[in-house]
């Protein structure tokens, strides 16, 4: 079902979502760019439909809102811990195609890698609903169509800015709100079918030859191990963890989940001094590989999106999408 709203009629359905949801969507957010009086789009609760960015991408993920930099998991003292207390609100977001399909794979990583779902995403990310932003152009830098994930069904509702008005496609119409504000019309999703750039993805890489490859001595001269590429990543689920001990009583404290980066040093260091990957290239030849090849060979599916947002991010500029098309030219050249 379709529907078509007006921006007030669209900010009467945001008014009537916020009383049992937080809205999160891209917005611009001045004065928090890279540069001194530079803006940046990033993602932040809305209240009205107008805060939405539609014609940029945001430069961090969606996946804050639902998987938080740092999260609280409870409370400890000498005597025993209690359960850190979830919003009751359900989690509503904006967001586009690869970006759902990034949400299907940190799904894969944190609900079905191993024995049991990751108890801590598992609670916060039942609480969320997602709502699909067209797509009509690509942006610079991504390469979306190559890695497959342009398009997705995966959505409560889409939406789109078009002649002033907001389109929307309802799949699941959150407590029947989009039937009460909006007026009935045949509405599709529009997904960008072409992107500025493509890039050959290998599919038969062979480990030993792409080890003794020499571009990761490249890389690995230019990269500084910052790890802005893994914190922009929509994909990307590495944590470590934190035990928080209180000044006014050291018996008491907090353990929090933390993003962590398998690109920054010290992330592999083991008891004993013991350490895997010390060398920045060997690092990137880790990230590439599990975008590529490990974790498709265990869930069937790339875990690279193609967003893009790690070429923007990365201040040697090094490019993931390169790297990634150099290694599939490389490798039909080898079967050539």
């Not at 007030?8 to 009086?37: C, H, I």
């Not at 039937?179 to 599709?188: D, K, L, M, R, Y």
């Not at 590429?229 to 990307?236: A, E, F, G, Q, Y």
């Amino acid at each position: 079902m379709g529907y078509r709203f007006t921006a007030a009629a669209f900010n009467q359905l945001l008014e009537s979502l916020r009383e049992k949801y937080r809205v999160y969507a891209p917005t611009l957010l001045k004065g928090k760019g890279k540069f001194s009086d530079t803006d940046l789009v990033g993602y932040a609760e809305i209240s009205k439909i107008e805060d939405v960015v539609f014609n940029q991408k945001s430069y961090f993920s969606p996946k804050e809102t639902f998987y938080p930099v740092t999260q609280r998991l409870f409370y400890f003292n000498e005597n025993g811990f209690s359960e850190a207390v979830v919003d009751e609100k359900g989690m509503i977001v904006f967001l586009r195609a690869c970006d759902i399909q990034a949400v299907e794979r940190l799904d894969k990583i944190m609900l079905e890698n191993g024995l049991s779902a990751d108890y801590y995403y598992e609670r916060l990310r039942n609480k969320l609903k997602l709502i699909v932003m067209d797509c009509q152009e690509s942006f610079d830098s991504c390469f979306c169509v190559s890695m497959g994930t342009n398009k997705t069904e995966n959505y409560s509702a889409s939406v789109r800015l078009e002649n002033g008005v907001y389109l929307s496609d309802v799949q699941e119409d959150i407590e029947g709100l989009f039937a009460f504000h909006g007026e009935t019309i045949e509405v599709s999703p529009k997904f960008v079918e072409s992107n500025k750039q493509s890039v050959k993805v290998p599919e038969n890489l062979v480990l030993e030859s792409v080890a003794a490859n020499p571009i990761w001595e490249e890389y690995g001269s230019r990269c500084i191990a910052c790890g802005r590429c893994t914190v922009v990543c929509p994909s990307c689920s590495c944590y470590t963890m934190q035990d928080i001990f209180y000044d006014d009583n050291p018996k008491c404290g907090e353990r929090r989940r933390v993003w962590a980066s398998c690109q920054i040093d010290g992330f592999t260091d083991m008891a004993g001094g013991h350490s895997f990957r010390r060398n920045n290239g060997e690092r990137m030849r880790f990230k590439v590989m599990h975008k590529i090849k490990d974790f498709k060979q265990r869930f069937g599916v790339h875990m690279c999106v193609g967003c893009g947002r790690c070429d923007n991010a990365c201040p040697e500029y090094i490019s993931l999408a390169h790297c990634i098309d150099r290694l599939g030219k490389e490798e039909a050249g080898n079967r050539g």
